[in-house]
T-cell receptor, first 112, second 113 residues
Framework: GAGVSQSPSNKVTEKGKDVELRCDPISGHTALYWYRQRLGQGLEFLIYFQGNSAPDKSGLPSDRFSAERTGESVSTLTIQRTQQEDSAVYLC??????????FGPGTRLTVL | LAKTTQPISMDSYEGQEVNITCSHNNIATNDYITWYQQFPSQGPRFIIQGYKTKVTNEVASLFIPADRKSSTLSLPRVSLSDTAVYYCLVGVLHSGGYQKVTFGTGTKLQVIP
């Protein structure tokens, strides 16, 4: 596709359920990033992939959060046993050279 | 990671030049300075990036003094469509093409007719 796509665009779940968020990066982009953005706040770095390897997982807020990537393609961010504080927009970005990050539209997660 | 500080909000009239300054006192030698623009319900969009002195592209200029402890994004002749949140961030450009960055809370620019 022409840009980074994310699905679903909106997700409403009940507290305690698991959710999977998907990111399809721009074809050929080797690096992929996940961020979290709470309402009215800046972006919080979660994890970075170079290919299917994740050299930096330092931003994952707890062991309920995990992510994987298939080759240099799709990535999924999984949140287990969701809590209300997990409610946020989850943004994915990809980059080819590390200079300009191309962001997707985000997934708005609401935990009731 | 270097922490950035920006004004929370700014107002400007259409057609004026807008300068948004960002402080990053503990910027590291290998850090680059990047600015992004974010419209409501959209992901951020890259505007400009620099290391030192001045960088200019078709949409903005970036001024970085010699000590690199601050930077100023300059938007010439803003229009209503420039109303957005502008993020200043610093991060390291690794040899593998990875830039780990810290996004602050950004500056909300409101352009007034």
């Amino acid at each position: 596709g022409a840009g980074v796509s994310q699905s679903p665009s909106n997700k409403v779940t009940e507290k305690g359920k698991d959710v999977e968020l998907r990111c399809d990066p721009i074809s050929g982009h080797t690096a992929l990033y996940w961020y979290r953005q709470r309402l009215g706040q800046g972006l919080e770095f979660l994890i970075y992939f170079q290919g299917n390897s994740a050299p930096d997982k330092s931003g994952l807020p707890s062991d309920r959060f995990s992510a994987e990537r298939t080759g240099e393609s799709v990535s999924t961010l999984t949140i287990q046993r969701t809590q209300q504080e997990d409610s946020a927009v989850y943004l994915c970005a990809s980059t080819a050279q590390g200079n300009e990050q191309f962001f997707g539209p985000g997934t708005r997660l609401t935990v009731l | 990671l270097a922490k950035t500080t920006q004004p929370i909000s700014m107002d400007s009239y259409e057609g004026q030049e807008v300068n948004i300054t960002c402080s990053h006192n503990n910027i590291a030698t290998n850090d680059y300075i990047t600015w992004y623009q974010q419209f409501p319900s959209q992901g951020p969009r890259f505007i400009i990036q620099g290391y030192k002195t001045k960088v200019t592209n078709e949409v903005a200029s970036l001024f970085i003094p010699a000590d690199r402890k601050s930077s100023t994004l300059s938007l010439p002749r803003v229009s209503l469509s420039d109303t957005a949140v502008y993020y200043c961030l610093v991060g390291v450009l690794h040899s593998g093409g990875y830039q780990k960055v810290t996004f602050g809370t950004g500056t909300k620019l409101q352009v007034i007719p």
